[in-house]
């Protein structure tokens, strides 16, 4: 059975909006957890635009579940993430001027960054899982440096605008899977998904977890945070069975 984390990265986003102390994500993150949430996922970006390093720390004590920072291999970060020792990480690339994660890591180009960065967390028993794209050439090399997960981006399935492109994408991920999975890596996937295309991608028995954020918090604005999580939840739940 799949399971759901929920990233709780756009709470902070309407927090930081006003720059005042509410909508808390500590709190979408304790909530999303009742209603059946195995995992939260936060992403801790360099220019603080949503997640602070105080909702990293609280979280870090109130997380029942499984707690994955996602970040950038950047040395502060690195610190803190060894500080706060999350229960996984998940390496993302990260652009400034990005609305949000555009795409996956190049692991082949930053073969060496990465590593180090995968060979401290590991020295620090935090498993790590690297965000990329469908591609064989990037899973062969997450395997390589050590890497224990990968995330496949969905992010180009989510976004396709024919029943074509989308089948293509989605030939893609699969694909990916299964190779990855083969390989010995655990499977993780995200970005973009929503309760119309998640079924397919949840049909995938070579994927372990789903990571989503922005889909969830959508409807939570309209029907609640605890009715949105059990509605993905379900929808993922009915496509794995
Ligand atoms: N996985 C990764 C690596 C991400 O960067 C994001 C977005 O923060 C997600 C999953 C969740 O994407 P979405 O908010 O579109 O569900």
């Known amino acids: 059975m799949i399971k759901l984390a929920i990233n709780v990265d756009h709470v902070a986003t309407l927090r930081q909006a006003r720059g005042n102390s509410e909508p808390d994500p500590v709190t979408a993150a304790a909530l999303s957890e009742l209603a059946g949430a195995v995992g939260i996922v936060v992403h801790l970006r360099e ?13 870090r004590d109130t997380i029942q579940t499984k707690m994955n920072l996602e970040m950038a291999a950047t040395d502060e ?11 996984m990480i998940t390496l993302v690339p990260e652009k400034r001027q990005e609305l949000t994660t555009e795409g996956g890591l190049d692991v082949i180009t930053n073969k060496i960054k990465i590593k180090d960065c995968i060979d401290r967390m590991t020295a620090a028993n935090i498993p790590v899982s690297l965000f990329i794209d469908p591609d064989s050439a990037q899973i062969r090399a997450s395997k390589e440096i050590g890497a224990t997960f990968i995330e496949i981006h969905t992010g180009r399935y989510a976004d396709a605008t024919s029943e074509e492109e989308e089948d293509k994408e989605f030939d893609l991920i699969a694909a ?11 499977v993780n996937a995200g970005h973009g998904l929503n309760y119309v295309n998640v079924s397919r991608i949840a049909a995938l028995d070579t994927i372990e977890e789903l990571s989503i954020g922005h889909s969830v918090m959508a409807r939570a604005i309209f029907v609640g945070l605890t009715q949105a999580v059990q509605e993905m939840k379900e929808l993922i739940q009915t496509a794995s069975r």
């Open 77 to 87: 970060i690195i610190q803190i993430a060894l500080d706060t020792k999350p229960d």
């Open 176 to 186: 990916a899977a299964e190779e990855a999975y083969e390989e010995g890596l655990r």
């Open 47 to 59: 220019d603080r635009r949503h997640i602070q390093d105080r909702d990293i720390k609280i979280l």
